[in-house]
């Protein structure tokens, strides 16, 4: 079973600044990883697929790389609608999560 | 453009069973793939399960075998999902999502990578299941 983390739990950040997410895969997935963005009492929303390629509708400050075992999501330069709960998936699997807060 | 509505919030006994319901439109239920996530209070998120249309089977996540059911009903383009033995910890909002990609969610499930990618999207709006006595 393939197990996805990701680190920080909690990442403080100005508005204006940049923002770096990591998600590590147990095993190597390809390029395989999909990220999500979840603001309270709202579901998860789709912001990339394929480690890279953004969903429609996605800001390009939102970006992600990686492949194999480790992978990244940026976002270039926080706005504050960017302030949210932010999940790596794989398959079926889902990473813990990790909250952006300002800081 | 596909949209999912799902039934409303839940309040069930311990020991009971709960059936929430996920209606699609904008697109033919029989030809999605559709699964089920779901979301304990302050928690991440945990596949429940899911259903392969072009296999026409459906895969439950090891942890709820024979807890869960899902079904379909093409008619109303309206899927569901069924647990029973409810227990305090099955208290969390269930969303009801649909597998996207290449990647073939029975294979991959089974351990078998073939190359390609999958993505949940979009999501139903959930459902809470509140189990309390």
């Known amino acids: 079973e393939i197990v996805m983390t990701q680190s920080p739990a909690t990442l403080s950040v100005s508005p204006g600044e940049r923002a770096t997410l990591s998600c590590r895969a147990s095993?190597?997935?390809?390029?395989?990883v999909a990220w999500y963005q979840q603001k309270p009492g709202q579901a998860p929303r789709l912001l990339i697929w394929?480690?890279?390629t953004r969903a429609p509708g996605i800001p390009a400050r939102f970006s992600g790389s990686g492949s194999g075992t480790e992978f990244t999501l940026t976002i270039s330069s926080l706005q504050s609608e960017d302030f949210a709960v932010y999940y790596c998936?794989?398959?079926?699997?889902f990473g813990p999560g990790t909250k952006v807060d300002i800081k | 453009q596909v949209q999912l509505v799902q039934s409303g919030a839940e309040v069930e006994k311990p020991g009971a069973s709960v059936k929430v319901s996920c209606r699609v439109s904008?697109?033919?239920?029989?030809?999605?793939?559709m699964h089920w996530v779901r979301q304990s209070p302050g928690k991440g998120l945990e596949w429940l399960g899911g259903?392969?249309?072009?296999?026409?089977?459906?895969i439950y996540a090891q942890k709820f075998q024979g807890r869960v059911t899902m079904t379909e009903d093409t008619s109303t383009d309206t899927v569901y999902i069924e647990l029973s033995s409810l227990r305090s910890e099955d208290t969390a909002v269930y969303y009801c999502?649909?597998?996207?990609?290449?990647?073939?969610?029975?294979?991959?499930?089974?351990?078998?990578?073939?190359?390609?990618?999958?993505?949940?999207?979009?999501w139903g709006q959930g459902t809470l299941v509140n189990v309390s006595s």
């Open positions: 999502v649909i597998w996207e990609g290449s990647e073939d969610a029975i294979t991959l499930v089974r351990g078998v990578q073939t190359g390609g990618y999958n993505w949940f999207d979009p």
């Open positions: 904008g697109y033919s239920l029989s030809k999605l793939s």
């Open positions: 259903f392969d249309p072009e296999d026409r089977e459906t």
């Open positions: 095993q190597s997935v390809g390029n395989n």
């Open positions: 394929g480690a890279f």
């Open positions: 998936q794989w398959g079926v699997s």
